[in-house]
């Protein structure tokens, strides 16, 4: 059952490479989506959308019943939610939805700073590409209060294929820390197997075609075959968020005391990257270390698309 109105005011708060396509998915199915970046060229690559594009946080959070974030960091976080309107309407129920990747602690913290204010906090962490979300082919695990997963069930189905309720707490966050180890070590681990092949004799579209066809075939693997083909490491989701995720993978497991040695040894791969000035290309650039061991990109442009 549909519990959340086509016409409930939405507050969209991040509108990069990966909020962008949320937000405008969310606009297209119906529902009044006013969205706030402090980066122009965000907001101008939503130009022809049906968003009501703002110029201050305030003055897209003023009367919206939900506010959905996507950005980069706690402290980007931070100075959304101390934008002066944002507890104005939470006697009426108001809810913050996070796409953010933050750390548990940063996510608890959070929590607990909008409960104060009354204000329902529904942690949703984003499982796919902005090329995916640009097509709805993304995936949604939450984590927060259930009523506020139910109400605003019909936002995730506008803007993703499938969404889960993994906890009341921050279990999403937790979940996707730990998915983002999966996928970082994949692309580093799928780079080396390319490089053996090439080395081997094997074309690098022989190989993945072959891979393609065997049970370690999978979505990711796809999504990149193109990208590693080509060359081309225009970003679908960058290095330098690649190299965040890992670093909060590795504060999470040192407070956990567990230890992850593999992270470590990516997560070095992918600094190694970022010295030599590739944090804007799509992570899989890491392929360029082995293919271009003097520093300069053997790929195509770094500029986004």
Same mark, same amino acid.
């Given at each position: 059952?549909?519990?959340?109105?086509?016409?409930?005011?939405?507050?969209?708060?991040?509108?990069?490479?990966?909020?962008?396509?949320?937000?405008?998915?969310?606009?297209?199915?119906?529902?009044?989506?006013?969205?706030?970046?402090?980066?122009?060229?965000?907001?101008?690559?939503?130009?022809?959308?049906?968003?009501?594009?703002?110029?201050?946080?305030?003055?897209?959070?003023?009367?919206?019943?939900?506010?959905?974030?996507?950005?980069?960091?706690?402290?980007?976080?931070?100075?959304?939610?101390?934008?002066?309107?944002?507890?104005?309407?939470?006697?009426?129920?108001?809810?913050?939805?996070?796409?953010?990747?933050?750390?548990?602690?940063?996510?608890?913290?959070?929590?607990?700073?909008?409960?104060?204010?009354?204000?329902?906090?529904?942690?949703?962490?984003?499982?796919?590409?902005?090329?995916?979300?640009?097509?709805?082919?993304?995936?949604?695990?939450?984590?927060?209060?259930?009523?506020?997963?139910?109400?605003?069930?019909?936002?995730?189905?506008?803007?993703?294929?499938?969404?889960?309720?993994?906890?009341?707490?921050?279990?999403?966050?937790?979940?996707?820390?730990?998915?983002?180890?999966?996928?970082?070590?994949?692309?580093?681990?799928?780079?080396?197997?390319?490089?053996?092949?090439?080395?081997?004799?094997?074309?690098?579209?022989?190989?993945?075609?072959?891979?393609?066809?065997?049970?370690?075939?999978?979505?990711?693997?796809? +999504?990149?075959?193109? /990208?590693?083909? &080509?060359?081309?490491?225009? *970003?679908?989701?960058?290095? @330098? =968020?690649?190299?965040?995720? #890992?670093?909060? +993978?590795?504060?999470? /497991?040192?407070? &956990?005391?567990?230890?992850? *040695?593999?992270?470590?040894? @990516? =997560?070095?791969?992918?600094? #190694?990257?970022?010295?030599?000035?590739? /944090?804007?290309?799509?992570?899989?650039?890491?392929?360029?270390?082995?293919?271009?061991?003097?520093?300069?990109?053997?790929?195509?442009?770094?500029?986004?698309?």
């Amino acid at each position: 059952m549909d519990e959340t109105p086509r016409g409930t005011k939405v507050a969209f708060m991040g509108l990069g490479r990966l909020g962008g396509p949320l937000a405008t998915n969310l606009a297209a199915a119906g529902f009044p989506v006013t969205g706030y970046d402090p980066d122009p060229a965000a907001t101008e690559r939503l130009t022809g959308s049906r968003i009501d594009v703002v110029d201050t946080a305030a003055e897209a959070i003023q009367g919206a019943e939900a506010v959905l974030t996507c950005v980069r960091s706690r402290a980007d976080l931070d100075a959304i939610l101390a934008a002066e309107h944002l507890a104005a309407d939470a006697g009426s129920g108001q809810t913050v939805l996070d796409f953010s990747t933050i750390s548990t602690t940063d996510s608890a913290a959070c929590a607990e700073r909008l409960s104060r204010e009354g204000v329902r906090y529904l942690r949703v962490a984003v499982s796919g590409s902005a090329q995916a979300a640009a097509t709805r082919q993304v995936s949604f695990f939450c984590s927060g209060p259930k009523e506020a997963y139910e109400q605003y069930t019909p936002l995730l189905e506008a803007m993703g294929r499938n969404h889960v309720w993994v906890g009341g707490q921050d279990e999403a966050r937790a979940i996707k820390i730990a998915v983002n180890v999966l996928v970082g070590i994949g692309m580093a681990s799928l780079v080396e197997a390319v490089t053996l092949a090439e080395s081997l004799g094997i074309s690098r579209q022989q190989f993945l075609d072959v891979v393609a066809g065997t049970p370690l075939g999978s979505p990711f693997f796809a +999504a990149k075959t193109p /990208a590693l083909i &080509a060359q081309d490491y225009r *970003p679908a989701a960058s290095l @330098a =968020l690649m190299t965040k995720d #890992l670093d909060l +993978a590795l504060d999470a /497991a040192q407070q &956990a005391g567990a230890e992850l *040695p593999v992270t470590e040894r @990516a =997560l070095q791969q992918y600094r #190694l990257c970022d010295q030599r000035g590739w /944090a804007e290309r799509d992570f899989a650039c890491i392929d360029d270390l082995y293919t271009s061991p003097s520093g300069r990109p053997a790929g195509g442009s770094t500029d986004e698309e």
